[in-house]
């Protein structure tokens, strides 16, 4: 069993506390063939889209092994193909795969890393399907991506379809205009997060635009500043004003744009004095997170440094003593010199990671509930072990590809996030 699986096991059985749900106990593979949802965890109350992927049954070998036989079988694959395959590691996923990822990050860290891995014939990227698509656009035509599980996806990332995207640029061009100011600066700039499909991606490319990710929102909008009179971000609402709202804009002037309603719900007016306009989309790990718990921990531990993502609603972020990226989050543990309380505002996994790696410090996650990240929870070593034995075949299971007509104006739009690099002196969101 999994550490998440045991951790979920403890509470359940000594009441130290509670799960948000009991499933999460049971091998993801349980929800393989099921009907579509995001499965248990944060997200299993949003509404999936129809034809999301779907994840065929897991071979019976791989569902009845234990964690030592699963471990030892990606270990003895991991040998044989050498450096013919490499696995990227998400820091949200659990232990048992983290273990065997031979690169660890962020996903803008994880982005960057997929370009530098010449000799792999095949990426094996363990987190979700964005992330995937992101790899496969920047990697060399002749890797193969592989997502061990397809379910892995992202309730955010769904909540912006490409549809709803386009309708919406169409009408705020109408609002707008197309021409530029005085400046040469055009009317709007679109940014997606990095939590986003790759169509989104193509979009921005193809409307001058450009992707961010949490470690580099500032840098990536003080970009589009430079060339837009405003930016519509998408689709999480709270990094975007939380980070807009950091380099001083008022929060009056980020009107949410609700894709249900006749222009976002808003009027012309409105939207002409708008500087940033935001999607209406969340992470609902991140939206668990309240100010009430932030008192607690203060409450409770005198001195505590609080610490979340900037994913959170702005209230936490503002209540908190800093918000930053999961890389910061880890940095900034790693640094601490004495011994500290810390509260983190960020998925489970993550946290309980620190806590082992650090234990001179005690750190504890915000919210007191176990609940994951649904769909990083669809990643468990029997995937992993299942598609790296395929390949040890010569079989490639589970390959996620962009269309070209796709995948270029995406690779324009992420390759301009690459090279917004944030200050080196600061990795904060």
Sequence with gaps: MSSIDSTIQRITTTGEGETCAPELADGPWTFDLALPSYGPGASMGDVIPTGAPRQGQLPLEYQKASNDDLNARIVAA??????????LGHFYQRDEVVQHADFLGDSFQLANAAQTVPNAEAIIFCGVHFMAETADILARSDQAVILPNLAAGCSMADMADIDSVEECWEQLTEVYGTEPDANGRVPIIPVTYMNSSAALKGFCGRNGGIVCTSSNATTVLEWAY?????VLFFPD?????????KMGISTDLMPMWNPNKPLGGNDSETLTDAKVVLWHGFCSVHKRFNVGQIDKARADFPGVRVIVHPECPMPVVDAADEAGSTDYIQKAVAAATEPTTFAIGTEINMVNRLAAQYPQHHIFCLDPVVCPCSTMYRIHPGYLAWVLEGLVRGEVLNQITVDDDVAE???????????AKP???STQA
């Design 237 to 245: 609402q709270h990094l975007g004003r939380n980070t807009a709202k």
């Design 78 to 87: 991991k040998a044989t193909l050498g450096d013919r395959a490499v696995i």
């Design 409 to 419: 104006p995406a690779r324009l739009a992420l390759e301009r996030m690459l090279a």
């Design 226 to 230: 430079e060339r837009g009179q405003r």
């Design 423 to 425: 200050p080196a002196a």
